[in-house]
């Protein structure tokens, strides 16, 4: 099956600094790859996603680029605000084959304003 | 708010016991799936339904069991249970099988 890889587990970040986070997949049945993000208290939110015929995407803030070649894909924000703080999950899902998102174990971002 | 509704949010029960967690799915979505989040474990896929039929099981203990009804809402059964099944269940759903999934807010289960 599937395993994704995660890393850091935890980033601490100053406000307006940009902060990456990374991931890696086994499957390369894998097409479809979607980032969310955690708040306390809350379900997981789905902040953007890639599928694997494209190599980058942005929306404002966030960008989440994809190397299928070398199976990870990384999300990126830039300008970070305290209300970035949470924990974010990657996820890698293959949407011909088993439909499970398998997800990493999650990055705690904390912005320090 | 995702549209999709867990009840309760907070559980606690003592060992032993058996607990149903309840989860309607965001409206048209055929496809629901519950997940467990342990403090140090992430997300982990425990069973998906699609339009009433088990579609993939995970790691689902035994003691655990799920079914989607003709509404399409879902009941994850937790039996026999132990403190280590103390965690986050989330329920998510998507429309069809290869679309994004939006997840519920999630129910606290404490076992004591």
């Known amino acids: 099956g599937e395993n994704v890889e995660q890393h850091p587990s935890t980033l601490s970040v100053q406000e307006g600094d940009s902060a990456v986070i990374k991931c890696t997949y086994s499957d390369s049945a894998s097409n479809y790859f979607p980032w969310y993000k955690q708040e306390l208290g809350k379900g997981p939110q789905l902040i953007i996603d890639i599928r694997s015929n494209v190599g980058e995407k942005k929306d404002q803030r966030i960008a989440v680029t994809l190397n299928k070649t070398a199976k990870h894909f990384s999300l990126h924000i830039t300008e970070t605000q305290p209300e970035d703080s949470a924990v974010y999950f990657c996820?890698?899902?293959?949407?011909?084959?088993?439909?499970?998102?398998?997800f990493g174990r999650g990055t705690s971002l904390i912005v320090h304003p | 708010d995702s549209g999709v509704t867990q009840t309760p949010k907070h559980l606690i029960t003592a060992t032993g016991q058996r607990v149903t967690l309840r989860c309607s799915p965001r409206s048209g979505d055929l496809s629901v799936y519950w997940y467990q989040q342990s403090l140090d474990q992430g997300l982990q896929f425990l069973i998906q339904?699609?339009?009433?039929?088990?579609?993939a099981k995970g790691n689902i203990l035994e003691r655990f069991s799920a079914q989607q009804f003709p509404d399409l809402h879902s009941e994850l059964n937790l039996s026999s249970l132990e403190l280590g099944d103390s965690a986050l269940y989330f329920c998510a759903s998507s429309v069809v099988l290869n679309t994004e999934a939006f997840f519920g807010q999630g129910t606290r289960l404490t076992v004591v």
């Open positions: 339904y699609y339009n009433g039929e088990e579609r």
């Open positions: 996820a890698a899902q293959d949407l011909g084959g088993s439909y499970i998102p398998t």
